[in-house]
C-alpha cells in the first residue's frame, strides 16, 4: 500500500525567502506524482504533475522534482509571497494499485510580509 | 467554465437518515473520485471510478456507495449516516487515470462540509 509522507508539517518563512517542501511515498513503482495547493475552506488545485521521465516540472516560481529511486519529491518555491500561503499536498498513485491515489498530510506554508 | 461541481456546500443531518451528495463534472473526464478529509488524517480516497458503470473502493468505504451511471455524474450515498462520517467531502475527476501515466490533472470540487449529529 502506498504511504506518502511530507515534512515539514508546518513553515513560516518571510517574504522573499526561497524553500523547499519534501514528499516521500514508499511504492516507487508510479508514473507520476502531482502536487496540489489547498486554500482555507476551498477545494485542491494542481500545481505540477512530474512524470518519471522528467524528474523536473516547472511552472512560475515553483519548480518540481522526483527522484523514484530514493522515493522522494521536492516542491522548490522561488522568491516567495504572502499569496503564497496556503497548505501544499503531495500525491502518488497507488503503484500497482490502479485508481488509487495517495496524499501528504500536507505542509502549512505561511509567508509573512 | 471547466469545473466539478459538488452539492450541497454545507450539510448538517441526523444519525440514520440517507443523504446523497452529489457531484457533476463537465469536461468529459472518465476519472472521478471521492475522498474525505480530516484533520490529522489528511484526504482519504473512499470510492473512484475509472469510466460510466466501472467503479472500485478506495482506502476507507465502509458506509458509502457510489453510482456511476452516466458519464458527467458520481454521486456518493450515506445510507445510514453516522457521527465518525462527518468531514469535509472533495469529488475530483480527470481526463484519464494519472496512474497509467497520463499527464492529465485533477480537478477537485469545492467541498462539501457534513455534520452528522
Known amino acids: 500500500k502506498q504511504e506518502v509522507t511530507q515534512i515539514p508539517a508546518a513553515l513560516s518563512v518571510p517574504e522573499g525567502e526561497n524553500l523547499v517542501l519534501n514528499c516521500s511515498f514508499t511504492?516507487?513503482?508510479?508514473?507520476?506524482l502531482q502536487w496540489f495547493r489547498q486554500d482555507p475552506g476551498k477545494g485542491l488545485t494542481s500545481l505540477l504533475l512530474?512524470?518519471?521521465?522528467?524528474r523536473e516540472q516547472t511552472s512560475g516560481r515553483l519548480n518540481a522534482s522526483l527522484d523514484k529511486s530514493s522515493g522522494r519529491s521536492t516542491l522548490y518555491i522561488a522568491a516567495s509571497q504572502p499569496g503564497d500561503s496556503a497548505t501544499y499536498l503531495c500525491?502518488?498513485?497507488?503503484?500497482?494499485?490502479?485508481?488509487?491515489?495517495?496524499f501528504g498530510q500536507g505542509t502549512i506554508l505561511t509567508v509573512h510580509p | 467554465e471547466a469545473q466539478v461541481t459538488q452539492n450541497p456546500r454545507y450539510l448538517i443531518t441526523v444519525t440514520g437518515k440517507k443523504l446523497t451528495v452529489t457531484c457533476s463534472q463537465n469536461?468529459?473526464?472518465?476519472?472521478m473520485s471521492w475522498y474525505r478529509q480530516d484533520p490529522g488524517l489528511g484526504l482519504r480516497q473512499i470510492y473512484y471510478?475509472?469510466?460510466?458503470?466501472?467503479?472500485d473502493k478506495g482506502d476507507v468505504p465502509e458506509g458509502y456507495k457510489v453510482s456511476r451511471k452516466e458519464k458527467r455524474n458520481f454521486p456518493l450515498i450515506l445510507e445510514s449516516p453516522s457521527p465518525n462520517q462527518t468531514s469535509l467531502y472533495f469529488c475530483?475527476?480527470?481526463?484519464?487515470?494519472?496512474?497509467?501515466?497520463?499527464?492529465?490533472?485533477?480537478?477537485f470540487g469545492s467541498g462539501t462540509q457534513l455534520s452528522v449529529l
Open positions: 500525491a502518488a498513485p497507488g503503484g500497482t494499485s490502479y485508481g488509487k491515489l495517495t
Open positions: 511504492d516507487s513503482a508510479i508514473y507520476n
Open positions: 471510478s475509472m469510466n460510466v458503470e466501472v467503479t
Open positions: 469536461m468529459n473526464h472518465e476519472y
Open positions: 475530483a475527476s480527470s481526463l484519464a487515470w494519472v496512474g497509467s501515466g497520463s499527464n492529465e490533472k485533477l480537478f
Open positions: 512530474i512524470q518519471s521521465s522528467q
